[in-house]
């Protein structure tokens, strides 16, 4: 375990690890969260496209611009290579389907976009509570199926998330076999949220060893994204769109695995791997001994976060198959806006 690692898990008890023993405060949370103090600068070559996130626009220029409350929503952050990589990541970001953005996320996005040699394109999807499941769904399989209807060869796809956005990337993949929808080449899961049950016995035994969570806060905020009506036509935390632990795993994709041995959701990693191998599904897990929630999100400060990272680029590519027509296709796509 590096300095810095030992650090950010001091800095992670010291600060995050309270906040979750509180009760559930969701505008508290977007507003720590906004507070960053460091953002990674866009790499040399590439081009950030970003779009302002719902919450800076407002709910309702996005009902609006969409027509209807519940018609999903596709929009985010595009980083993409000069000349067009050869290759794509749908990126679904983390906070418990209730906080974080695109931008909260770009040290991995950015990291993965650059060693991979994949334009990203990270969804701002809908958060709960305002937007209970399957609002978060729809939004990542219509990201999907406009990437596909741009023309990005199924092949050429990865789909990536971590935490809750892990989940969703999981859920997503489960969703689309379901409806016979061509499936990406593989998908990288960081230390996803798939049992919103909270059955995982990790729960238990690594509350206290977790630096950043306590661990009952899950099935305090599993409820936001299951919302009241849901919960009023009985829609389960065991369905498999909203946990795909429960998922029939046969015929997904290959999956990259990681979690850190102290997380208190590590269990909702080992038993999708288990699961996912059971039905014969190639499955590399990687669980990092005594690293936090979502380290490759300390990158480029963390080694074991760049080294991560670098695992991931290669699982990238070696499960990909490039596309030659990348910039042309993805053009369509991007916003006007540009991010200097």
Not at 243 to 253: I, M, R
Request: with cysteine.
């Amino acid at each position: 375990m590096s300095l810095q690692s030992k650090l950010i898990c001091w800095a992670l008890r010291r600060r995050f690890l309270p906040e979750t023993r509180k009760p559930v405060d969701v505008a508290r949370t977007r507003a720590l969260t906004e507070k960053r103090v460091w953002l990674p600068p866009v790499p040399k070559g590439w081009q950030l496209y970003a779009q302002p996130s719902q919450r800076e626009e407002g709910e309702q220029s996005e009902l609006v611009e969409q027509g209807a409350a519940d018609a999903p929503s596709v929009r985010g952050e595009w980083l993409v290579r000069e000349g067009g990589a050869p290759r794509t990541i749908l990126y679904l970001h983390g906070g418990g389907y209730y906080f974080c953005s695109p931008r909260t996320h770009r040290a991995i996005t950015f990291g993965l976009a650059t060693r991979a040699d994949a334009d990203v394109f990270s969804l701002d999807y809908r958060l709960a509570p305002e937007h209970p499941f399957p609002a978060a769904l729809d939004d990542a399989l219509a990201a999907y199926r406009r990437l596909l209807d741009e023309g990005a060869p199924a092949a050429s796809l990865v789909i990536a998330g971590d935490s809750a956005g892990g989940g969703l990337a999981l859920a997503t993949l489960i969703a689309l076999r379901d409806a016979g929808d061509p499936l990406p080449a593989g998908a990288l899961l960081y230390s996803p949220w798939t049992d919103l049950a909270c059955t995982g016995a990790s729960i238990r035994e690594n509350d206290g060893r977790d630096p950043m969570f306590c661990g009952d806060v899950f099935a305090r905020i599993a409820p936001l994204y299951l919302g009241a009506a849901n919960a009023a036509n009985q829609t389960s935390a065991t369905h498999p769109y909203v946990s795909p632990l429960y998922a029939d795993f046969h015929g997904l994709p290959p999956l990259f695995l990681l979690a850190g041995s102290t997380e208190t959701l590590l269990d909702d990693t080992l038993r999708v791997a288990e699961r996912a191998r059971a039905a014969g599904v190639s499955v590399e897990c990687e669980i990092g001994r005594d690293l936090p929630h979502i380290w490759p999100i300390y990158a480029p400060f963390m080694p074991e976060a760049r080294r991560a990272l670098d695992a991931s680029a290669r699982f990238v590519q070696r499960v990909s198959a490039a596309d030659a027509t990348a910039r042309a296709r993805k053009a369509a796509l991007l916003p006007t806006q540009t991010v200097a």
